[in-house]
């Protein structure tokens, strides 16, 4: 019996590993808060990963897509049950996340007899003001980041998830330094930011590259790779109907700086 709490702690940190191991080739995900709404950004392959759960709540993953798709089915029935029982205005992200979506990642993480999640979140809720927007970054064992979750802590435009922590670090101190005032800038940005992450996933890379290497790493993976953009729009928050996704002319516009001349 003595042995259990140890035996336990090395089931974990196996389980860890082997989620960490499933989840590093993960395409990463972008979220950035601007004055008129906020975007969230990825590339995929075959098949979507950024959705719209609520009227003001947008959602993006990466991990297997059958449990990012029940975790978003999740999202979407705590979110109408809210919406039903309270008001629409009651929806909150915070409490989503903090009395729902985190403890049962926890939970199912810290039984090693079920199986776990394998998936890693990105949630937005857009606010009134771009001091409102909130961003939560919420991991496979129910950690989570926020950009702002209490006064007294610095606001962040920006949220991000990836394969690799290696790969996060580099993606937030490059969005920790960029300037964004608009979609097309908030669009450039996040291609930039993803290109980053991709790239360093790859553990031979060992250095962020410099702006020509991330270029044409990235018009190289534009042959397998489709961008996904969608966008919570501040203007329209009024009406309730404030998701759509990027329209693919002011995607492709985006990319051009991006491509080979």
Known sequence: MI???????????????????ELAPGSPTIGLSIPDGILLLTFGRDRRKIFEIYDRIAMGGIGHPGDLERLRMTAIEFASTEGFTRS?????LRRMVTY???????QAFEQIYGAPYLARLLFAELGTTEDED??????????????SMSPGKRK??????????????QVESFLRQAEVSDLQSALRVAIHAWALGIYMVDEDHQA?????????????????????????????VQSRACYSEV???????????????
């Open 247 to 261: 329209s693919e002319a002011d995607l492709n516009l985006a990319l051009q700086s991006f491509q080979k001349s």
């Open 208 to 236: 962020p590259p410099d702006d020509s290497v991330l270029c044409e790493f990235l018009d190289s993976r534009l042959e397998t790779y489709t961008v996904e953009a969608g966008f919570l729009d501040r203007r329209l």
């Open 3 to 21: 042995d259990e709490p140890f035996r336990w702690i090395e089931a974990i940190n196996n389980r860890r590993e082997y989620i960490e191991h």
């Open 156 to 169: 962040q435009n920006f949220g991000a998830i990836s394969g690799s922590k290696r790969s996060l670090d």
């Open 88 to 92: 629409a205005a009651d929806v909150s």
């Open 100 to 106: 729902s979506f985190s403890p049962a990642l926890k």
């Open 134 to 147: 909130l961003l939560i970054r919420l991991d496979y064992d129910g950690s989570m980041v926020a950009s």
